[in-house]
């Protein structure tokens, strides 16, 4: 199960998921990233802090956005991973893909910078 | 040892079987990270079986079942009597293609080639078998 709480400040839309994402649950995941598109937001950070869990379904979410967020000048930086969530996007290399910071302030810092 | 585990093909018990295996494997010594690779493979198989195989039909049963044929080998075996679904006749998708075409899919099996050493498939009592293969050093103490 997964619970995703959506923050909005300073012109940033923060999710943060709680629990785990799998092919049950990544639709939730996907819903909550096309809402902060469609409402025009250009600095997307995804609090990982407590996701305990992600597997292909999740990750393959993350990934199909990689050209739209291309396209549409949107940046989405990702932060907290755990050792476990991280080496589940690294076995994919998609943590070369994404842009993954370890704190929140870094973050939000990184995803500043990117829309300049 | 030998553990053993049946589900229905739902996606919700998909969680179940990520648990079955942390607490069948919890006295083995087997190092975190590779411990969190292994759930992770056996998830992707076990739900893409349930997705293409059974299309969740949570009346469909597979079975799990967990072997450590030497020290260090484990061999995961899920047996079921739906479709074959044999990753190994899949060429992965390049990362470059799934991204340029926003493909959700087509990671799972990438990562199962990636963690586990080997993927077969058999057949016994009329019923399919995958078996998976996983080599691990021991954690020290």
Do not use: W
Request: glycine residues 8%; contains cysteine; hydrophobic residues 40%.
């Amino acid at each position: 199960m997964v619970q995703i709480k959506r923050l909005q400040e300073d012109g940033i839309d923060t999710l943060a998921i709680i629990g785990e994402i799998d092919a049950s649950s990544s639709i939730e995941l996907d819903m909550s990233i096309a809402k902060s598109v469609g409402e025009g937001f250009k600095k997307i950070l995804v609090d990982c802090s407590s996701l305990e869990y992600i597997s292909s379904a999740g990750l393959g979410v993350f990934m199909s956005y990689i050209e739209e967020f291309k396209d549409k000048k949107i940046n989405m930086v990702m932060f907290g991973l755990n050792e476990k969530v991280a080496n589940n996007f690294s076995i994919l290399g998609l943590a070369d893909l994404l842009h993954i910071c370890t704190t929140k302030e870094e973050a939000k810092q990184l995803v500043n910078e990117l829309s300049v | 040892m030998s553990y053993q585990y049946n589900i229905g093909c739902s996606l919700s018990n998909l969680k179940g079987i990520r648990e079955f295996i942390r607490t069948s494997l919890k006295d083995y010594a087997i190092p975190e990270l590779e411990l969190s690779a292994i759930v992770l493979a056996i998830d992707e198989m076990c739900s893409n079986l349930m997705i293409h195989a059974h299309h969740c039909n949570p009346d469909h049963k597979i079975e799990l079942h967990i072997i450590e044929p030497s020290s260090g080998e484990l061999v995961f075996e899920i047996v079921d009597d739906g479709n074959v679904f044999d990753i190994n006749a899949f060429t992965e998708p390049k990362m470059d293609n799934l991204i340029h075409e926003k493909r959700k899919g087509g990671l799972g099996i990438r990562l199962v080639k990636s963690i586990m050493d080997k993927v077969e498939y058999g057949s016994k009592d009329g019923k399919n078998i995958c078996r998976l293969t996983k080599f691990y050093k021991k954690n020290n103490g």
